[in-house]
């Protein structure tokens, strides 16, 4: 891939690793306010705490592919596929900028894990 490319996608990158951060950041206040004493709105808060709690995990995973795809692009080793060592797509690449596996790799793991459940 071009330089250019692999800055702009960089920028990107680092965008998106700054906005999850800011939301983790309020998914962890949110999740730290008091309850209320009214025990339905209690029971509320807690269900709305499984599903800001949930998001964090999205996010969390989220991060952790993004600061992966960084790595990668500091070793030299950005858009290379991790499982077979081929060029993965561009147009993959700008669809899901922090992609460690090829289109066909990534489609072979998916029918992998839908067949093991």
Do not use: W
């Not at 705490?49 to 080793?77: C, H, P, Q, T, Y």
């Not at 797509?89 to 894990?113: K, S, V, W």
């Amino acid at each position: 891939m071009p330089g250019a490319s692999d800055e702009r996608l960089r920028k990107a990158l680092e965008s998106k690793k700054e906005e999850l951060t800011i939301r983790l950041e309020r998914i962890h206040a949110n999740l730290r306010r008091g309850y209320e004493a009214d025990s339905k709105e209690r029971a509320k808060q807690l269900e709305d705490n499984e599903v800001v709690d949930a998001l964090g995990n999205e996010a969390r995973e989220e991060l952790a592919k993004i600061s992966a795809a960084l790595r990668r692009m500091d070793a030299g080793e950005y858009g290379i596929c991790v499982e077979c060592g081929l060029e993965i797509n561009a147009g993959r690449l700008e669809a899901y900028p922090y992609a460690e596996e090829c289109i066909e790799c990534a489609e072979f793991d998916e029918r992998r894990r839908r067949h093991s459940h």
